[in-house]
Nanobody
Framework: QVQLVESGGGLVQAGGSLRLSCAAS????????VGWFRRAPGKEREFVAA????????RLADSLKGRFTISRDNAKNTVYLQMISLKSEDTAVYYC???????????????WGQGTQVTVSS
């Protein structure tokens, strides 16, 4: 079992920045790929970013490249999502998830956090 806890969400003005954290406990976290997903009100959950057990393996949703960055610190059992130049359309609940394989598909992840709310005011 892997337990995940997201933090760092909040209310920010458009153009601002936030850094989300996904802290893990349980099994050896460094063996897992981690993905970030988000769900905006009235919309389907969508892929945001993923990082493999090797930090060289990363993937971002095309629409978010240049504004979002994913990274991990295995010594701290934490994955980060740095978000800059935030827009109102980034408003959503952000979830992190861990799984055995690197994937952009939410079905590839076995463990999920509770989510953290990000609200961007225009």
């Amino acid at each position: 079992q892997v337990q995940l806890v997201e933090s760092g969400g909040g209310l920010v003005q458009a153009g601002g920045s936030l850094r989300l954290s996904c802290a893990a406990s349980g099994r050896t976290f460094s063996n897992y790929a981690v993905g970030w997903f988000r769900r905006a009100p009235g919309k389907e959950r969508e892929f945001v970013a993923a990082i493999g057990w090797s930090v060289s393996m990363t993937r971002l949703a095309d629409s978010l490249k240049g504004r979002f960055t994913i990274s991990r610190d295995n010594a701290k059992n934490t994955v980060y999502l740095q978000m800059i130049s935030l827009k109102s359309e980034d408003t959503a609940v952000y979830y992190c998830a861990a799984g055995a394989a690197f994937s952009m598909n939410s079905r590839g992840y076995s463990y999920w956090g509770q989510g953290t709310q990000v609200t961007v005011s225009s």
